[in-house]
C-alpha cells in the first residue's frame, strides 16, 4: 500500500465504520480532535471531544508548539486540563488527527501526556531509553507526520537520564549494551571536556543529554528525506526539549 493509499484508508475508515452502526453522523467519523464544554468541580475545563481533522488540519507547526508550550505551563502549574477518557476513548474509535509526535526516553517519571497537557488522541509519543532516532523511530514519526498529518516533532531529554549516565559510565549487560551505543556520539562529542567524565557529574550528564537531543534532531533530518523535505517546505517543525525533573518544566532546546 503506498502513503497516499495508507492515508486514504486511515481517514476514511472512521466513515466506513460509521456508516455501518446507526445512530452516527459523517461528522462524528472524523470527530477525535479537542474542544472543552462544561467545567469539573474545580472549575478548570473538562475535554470532551478532541479537535476534528479540518480544526488539526488548519494548525500551523508555531501553532502546535505553541499549544505544547501552554500546556507544559499548566502541567508546572497544577491547573491540568481535566478529561473524560473513557468517552473520549469510545470517540476515538474511528480515526486519530494528532497534532505533535514526541520521541521521549523510557523513563517512568515523565508522563509525556501529562507534560504538555494533552489527552487521547492528541499526540504520539514514540518511547525508548536515551530518545535516540532509528529505522524503526524515523518510520514511527514518517507515519505520525506524512501518514496521519502530525505537523510537530518534539525530541524530549530529561535531567538525571539513567541511559545518558549509562552511555557515559560505558554499562555494559545483554542488549543494554547495544543500545546505549546509539548515545555514544553525544558522550564523545565531549572529548574535550576537562570536567569529571562520569554519571555523577550532573553538569556533563546535562550537556551529554541536550547534545543526544541535538544529534537526533540532526540524525532525524539526515536519515528521513521525507521529514526533511517536510521540514523545509514548512509543513513540519523539529525541536528539542529538556525535562527538568524538579519542577516538571521542559525547557526548549535549539536544534
Ligand atoms: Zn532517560
Not at 141 to 153: D, H, N, P, Q, R
Not at 171 to 196: S, W
Not at 204 to 222: K, L, P, S, Y
Amino acid at each position: 500500500m503506498n502513503q497516499l493509499n495508507l492515508r486514504a484508508n486511515l481517514l476514511t475508515i472512521g466513515g466506513i465504520a460509521c456508516l455501518l452502526s446507526s445512530g452516527c453522523t459523517p461528522s462524528q467519523a472524523v470527530d477525535s480532535g479537542e474542544s472543552t464544554s462544561g467545567a469539573s468541580s474545580d472549575g478548570t475545563p473538562r475535554v470532551e471531544r478532541v479537535l476534528t481533522q479540518e480544526e488539526r488540519d488548519n494548525m500551523t507547526p508555531d501553532g502546535v508548539l505553541q499549544m505544547l508550550k501552554d500546556g507544559n505551563q499548566r502541567f508546572v502549574s497544577g491547573t491540568l486540563t481535566s478529561r473524560d477518557h473513557s468517552k473520549q476513548v469510545r470517540e476515538a474509535t474511528f480515526g486519530q488527527f494528532p497534532k505533535a509526535v514526541v520521541l521521549s526516553c523510557l523513563d517512568s517519571r515523565i508522563p509525556v501526556e501529562d507534560v504538555f497537557d494533552r489527552g487521547i488522541g492528541d499526540i504520539f509519543v514514540a518511547r525508548v531509553a536515551g530518545n535516540f532516532q532509528n529505522t524503526d523511530i524515523l518510520g514511527s514519526m514518517e507515519f505520525g507526520c506524512k501518514v496521519a498529518g502530525a505537523k510537530l516533532i518534539l525530541v524530549l531529554g530529561h535531567e538525571h537520564c539513567g541511559a545518558i549516565k549509562g552511555a557515559i559510565d560505558h554499562v555494559k549487560l545483554g542488549n543494554i549494551t547495544p543500545m546505549l551505543k546509539n548515545i555514544e556520539p553525544a558522550v564523545k562529542f565531549f572529548a574535550d571536556y576537562e570536567g569529571e567524565k562520569t554519571g555523577e557529574n550532573d553538569e556533563f550528564v546535562h550537556m551529554v543529554a541536550e547534545q543526544n537531543v541535538r544529534m537526533t534532531i540532526a540524525g532525524i533530518r539526515e536519515n528521513s528525506p521525507i521529514l526533511a523535505e517536510m521540514e523545509s517546505n514548512g509543513d513540519l517543525k523539529i525541536v528539542g526539549g529538556i525535562y527538568n525533573m524538579a519542577t516538571g518544566t521542559v525547557a526548549l532546546i535549539e536544534g
